[in-house]
């Protein structure tokens, strides 16, 4: 492949949304989930800009989660370069009907500005961040857990001996010794 196609094909999807979703098709489209770190150092403006264009309408919900997957990527100076395009994408990420495009936004939403994951996806007011509140609820009523799902015991405690299970528990009572 030579520099002058190459050349081509960058102003191709910087200049038009439908060979954008193309592009993004052809190098996102595969069933590797971990394939998007493939695309962010080709993301510029005009490039963020048509994924804008078509996020809503052209994208199918793995192009869109690979999307945003893949500004985790992007060097931090391209990130601050690109902030207004990536808070339009993230933006419309929110509001995306799809429950799996919701969740990944919540957790990558901080990033761009903050450099950092979101951790605690229950804390939002979104459909999604609901979803995960009442996941989260009825695991611990169906492991009895009184508190965060975070101190239930590990898998391993069903093979261990009684004294050594109750021992894994924060809250249990510790023997005092003299």
């Not at 030579?2 to 050349?7: L, P, R, V």
């Amino acid at each position: 492949i030579n520099a002058e196609y190459m050349g081509r094909v960058l102003m191709e999807r910087e200049r038009d949304p439908n060979a954008c979703a193309e592009w993004l098709h052809n190098k996102l489209g595969s069933e590797d989930p971990w394939n998007a770190p493939a695309i962010s150092s080709l993301l510029t403006s005009d490039t963020l800009a048509n994924i804008r264009k078509i996020f809503a309408v052209r994208l199918d919900s793995n192009l869109k989660i690979k999307v945003l997957l893949s500004l985790l990527s992007m060097k931090r100076k391209d990130i601050d370069a690109l902030q207004s395009e990536i808070k339009a994408i993230l933006d419309l990420a929110a509001k995306d009907t799809d429950d799996w495009v919701q969740a990944v936004y919540e957790i990558v939403k901080d990033f761009p500005t903050a450099n950092t994951l979101s951790s605690n996806i229950t804390d939002g007011t979104t459909h999604v961040t609901a979803l995960f509140r009442e996941h989260l609820q009825r695991i611990e009523r169906e492991l009895h857990v009184d508190g965060p799902v975070s101190r239930a015991l590990p898998q391993e405690a069903l093979y261990r001996n009684t004294s050594i299970v109750a021992d894994m528990r924060e809250d249990a009572p510790r023997p005092e010794h003299f």
